[in-house]
């Protein structure tokens, strides 16, 4: 089951290197807001937890929650310089977001990993790449529960519009 939506924002293109802050207090990476194409797909893993007391049935257990994000880049290279993404590239602070009208995002990643970038290509003033992220860590979602002053996650932040 997939979950999708047109606004995002996140800082692409981090280097494992460079994740943090470095010491001149500016974040690493490129910062893209705005309208983007996304969907996003959770997961957990299979485990089998069949033993004795389960009869001969099948007996599951959830194992590591995984997400996976598939994005379709479309960078306007008026307003900015945009290399293109790589395998391997962090994604910093990335929350996803139904439209750009909704105030708390549906998906928020502090870090999340590209694992999959199609050739980034300039057409018409813009850069257009299709990347799929998997989360790198931590990460909240629709269904994680909201607890005042912070998520069982760790990942809270301020209520915001997506424009700030």
């Known amino acids: 089951m997939s979950t999708s939506g047109k606004y995002l924002k996140g800082r692409f293109g981090v280097t494992p290197a460079s994740a943090g802050w470095p010491a001149n207090g500016s974040p690493p990476g490129i910062p893209v807001k705005g309208m983007q194409e996304w969907s996003a797909a959770g997961r957990v893993d299979d485990l089998n937890g069949t033993d004795s007391e389960s009869a001969g049935f099948n007996n599951s257990d959830a194992g590591v929650k995984k997400l996976t ?96």
């Open 69 to 164: 994000v598939t994005i379709q880049l479309v960078i306007n290279t008026n307003e900015s310089s945009f290399p293109g993404l790589q395998e391997g590239q962090l994604v910093q602070d990335l929350m996803l977001y139904a439209s750009g009208f909704n105030v708390a995002p549906l998906y928020d990643l502090p870090y999340g990993l590209v694992t999959e970038a199609s050739p980034a290509v300039q057409v018409s003033g813009q850069v257009r790449q299709t990347i799929t992220v998997v989360n790198k860590g931590v990460y909240a979602g629709p269904l994680d529960p909201v607890v005042v002053g912070g998520s069982p996650y760790k990942v809270a932040r301020p209520v915001a519009s997506p424009d700030s």
